[in-house]
Each structure stands twice: as structure tokens, then as C-alpha cells.
């Protein structure tokens, strides 16, 4: 398990309003879940800031691999914020870091990774970044300085 990384770390934020259905037989969020709330965070962001149409548009991303560690238990009623940065951006390739937090605490209940590949949507095949998307992207990296 690696270390709870710490909000500081991170430079964009998305919400999260958790539901009943979100907790498991024990009362907090399912693990799965958190999976969906780190896709929910990215997904917003391309869609919100990168102005991409995941539905139609040419270029479709896909989840080709997902990892988490737990620090917390959060569970529904609980209001949190999925931490989103960019730790590898290379070719048809973007690699998330993600965080999940209660507001206001500085260190993370959840942490994980998701990579997602870029590709032509009518063909399927791997597709560079487009360099507006690549800039985008760039914004998030997690280890420019503050």
C-alpha cells in the first residue's frame, strides 16, 4: 500500500454527492464505487474542460487499467471531492492520479490510479493526443511546482 497522498498534491477538484446505494453491507463506499467516482472525475473533466463528447466524438478514451488503496471509510452521507492530477502523458496515453477526500481534510481516504487509452473512435486504433487535449492535459501534471 503506498502512502495517503495529501490534498496539497493536487490542483483540480470535483465533487461528489454520495448516495444510500453507495455503501456496502458494512456502511461505507463500496470499493467499486470508488472506482466510479475517480471515472466520474475524470470524465467530467474531459467533458467539462478538454469540450469533449464522449459519445459521438472521434476521439473515444478508454480505462485499460484501475488500481486503489484505502486510508478511510467513508460512507452515504458523506460529501467528497475526488483530487484529479496527471502523473504520465505520452503518445495515446494518460495516466491518472487520483485522490478522494472529505472537505477540508488534507489526507486522502482513497488513492488510486487510472490509465486510459485515446483512440480513433471510427477505427478503434490508438490515436496521439491532439495537441489542444495534450495542453489540457499538461495542466494537471502533479509535479510542476505550486
Known amino acids: 500500500m503506498t502512502e495517503s497522498p495529501n490534498?496539497?498534491?493536487f490542483f483540480h477538484f470535483h465533487p461528489?454527492?454520495?448516495?444510500p446505494q453507495d455503501?456496502?453491507?458494512?456502511?461505507?463506499?463500496?470499493?467499486?464505487?470508488?472506482h466510479g467516482f475517480f471515472e466520474t472525475?475524470?470524465?467530467?473533466?474531459?467533458?467539462?474542460?478538454?469540450a469533449l463528447d464522449l459519445r459521438e466524438g472521434e476521439v473515444a478514451a478508454f480505462v485499460v487499467s484501475s488500481a486503489a488503496d484505502f486510508y478511510a471509510l467513508p460512507g452515504?452521507?458523506?460529501?467528497?471531492?475526488?483530487?484529479?492530477?496527471?502523473t504520465r502523458l505520452v503518445g495515446s496515453t494518460v495516466e491518472y492520479r487520483l485522490a478522494l477526500f472529505r472537505p477540508g481534510e488534507?489526507?486522502?481516504?482513497?488513492?488510486?490510479?487510472v490509465v486510459q487509452v485515446f483512440v480513433e473512435r471510427s477505427s478503434g486504433r490508438?490515436?496521439?493526443?491532439?495537441?489542444?487535449l495534450q495542453a489540457?492535459?499538461?495542466?494537471?501534471?502533479l509535479d510542476r511546482p505550486a
Not at 16 to 19: E, G, M, S
Not at 41 to 50: K, M, Y
Not at 76 to 86: A, C, R
Open 7 to 9: 490534498r496539497t498534491a
Open 16 to 19: 461528489i454527492l454520495t448516495r
Open 23 to 34: 455503501n456496502d453491507l458494512n456502511g461505507h463506499i463500496a470499493g467499486a464505487t470508488v
Open 41 to 50: 472525475a475524470i470524465q467530467a473533466f474531459l467533458v467539462e474542460q478538454a
Open 76 to 86: 452515504f452521507p458523506d460529501v467528497l471531492e475526488v483530487g484529479l492530477g496527471v
Open 106 to 113: 488534507a489526507e486522502a481516504c482513497a488513492a488510486g490510479s
Open 126 to 132: 490508438p490515436l496521439a493526443l491532439p495537441e489542444t
Open 136 to 141: 489540457i492535459l499538461a495542466g494537471l501534471a
